[in-house]
């Protein structure tokens, strides 16, 4: 079995509490405590040392990030955390820097990343319909999908030699909230990746 550390990216706000996100995260972590795995949880409303979440990243097999999407991204608590722990596993644990040298300028950047074999997954919730998106009529994301949105933050695992897990979304989640569904598809989702 592996180890899995999930990080709750969200940021209270008086519209949004954070329920959603944290029941998304007690669902994986029962789903997958039950199918064997080892699980660890930082939320972004405790203190953390940034050290130590480097260590966590280091020990997971797997990475699930749960957040909502807050104008188009994670919420800055969450952004900052990454800005922090990101920065700090600088030291060889999750990178040697962007893969180049001052001797070898010719090797690719972003290839630096010590974390190779190791998997990551986005959970996001959104206010945004599922047909907001992959649809080239709809005004905002013009065809775009939700990867395509979150491509800098794929860059950032990539960055580390991670690779991706099928990303789960629930979509609408402030006007037509379908929270029973969505309960049940995401641990469908994860008894099917992790099972």
Not at 41 to 58: I, L, Q
Not at 156 to 181: I, Q
Request: net charge negative.
């Amino acid at each position: 079995m592996s180890n899995v550390f999930i990080i709750n990216g969200h940021e209270y706000y008086p519209f949004s509490e954070g329920r959603l996100n944290a029941s998304l995260v007690d669902i994986a972590q029962k789903t997958l405590s039950a199918l064997g795995h080892a699980v660890k949880v930082t939320t972004m409303r405790d203190d953390y040392d940034p050290g130590a979440e480097v260590d966590k990243h280091v020990w997971a097999d797997v990475v699930i990030v749960q957040s909502p999407v807050n104008w188009m991204g994670f919420p800055w608590s969450c952004k900052k955390y990454m800005d922090q722990v990101f920065s700090a596993g600088m030291d060889g644990r999750l990178c040697t820097g962007d893969g180049r040298t001052r001797s070898d300028v010719l090797q690719q950047y972003g290839t630096g990343g010590t974390m190779q074999g190791k998997r990551y997954m986005f959970s996001l919730t959104f206010n945004a319909p599922r047909e907001a998106f992959g649809d080239a009529t709809q005004y905002l994301f013009q065809g775009k999908d939700v990867d395509d949105l979150f491509w800098p933050m794929h860059m950032n695992y990539r960055f580390f030699g991670m690779t991706p897990l099928e990303t789960f979304v629930c979509y609408d989640v402030l006007k037509n909230a379908k929270v029973d569904e969505d309960f049940r598809r995401y641990t469908a989702h994860l008894e099917r990746l992790f099972g």
